[in-house]
Nanobody, 124 residues
């Protein structure tokens, strides 16, 4: 059974950091591009970051460039999203999802399997 499970969300003050994890089971995660998306209340789901399969190239939305980094640990079948210098506007539910490839401005419909999401709240 294909499953993705996100973890690592929580409440953090502005300027703080969090590391989200996306653990896969039932398939080998390195064979897929993995996208990170987020959805704030009343807003559409938007792409945040993506890591390609095999070569590990990463793509980040302009809003998070220089602050967020995606990496993968194939031995643990897990992808990470390191989030630094967090801002209140980063508050959202964060999801990981499998895709065939990464590209700028990727849309959610391009990704197949999704995790349940993890809440990130940035507030003082």
């Amino acid at each position: 059974q294909v499953q993705l499970v996100e973890s690592g969300g929580g409440l953090v003050q502005p300027g703080g950091s969090l590391r989200l994890s996306c653990a896969a089971s039932g398939f080998t995660l390195e064979h897929y591009a993995i996208g990170w998306f987020r959805q704030a209340p009343g807003k559409e789901r938007e792409g945040v970051s993506c890591i390609s399969s095999y070569d590990g190239n990463t793509y980040n939305a302009d809003s998070v460039k220089g602050r967020f980094t995606t990496s993968r640990d194939n031995a643990k079948n897990t992808v990470y999203l390191q989030m630094n210098s967090l801002k209140p506007e980063d508050t959202a539910v964060y999801y990981c999802a499998t895709g065939d490839f990464c590209r700028p401005d990727a849309r959610p419909y391009e990704f197949e399997y999704w995790g349940q999401g993890t809440q990130v709240t940035v507030s003082s």
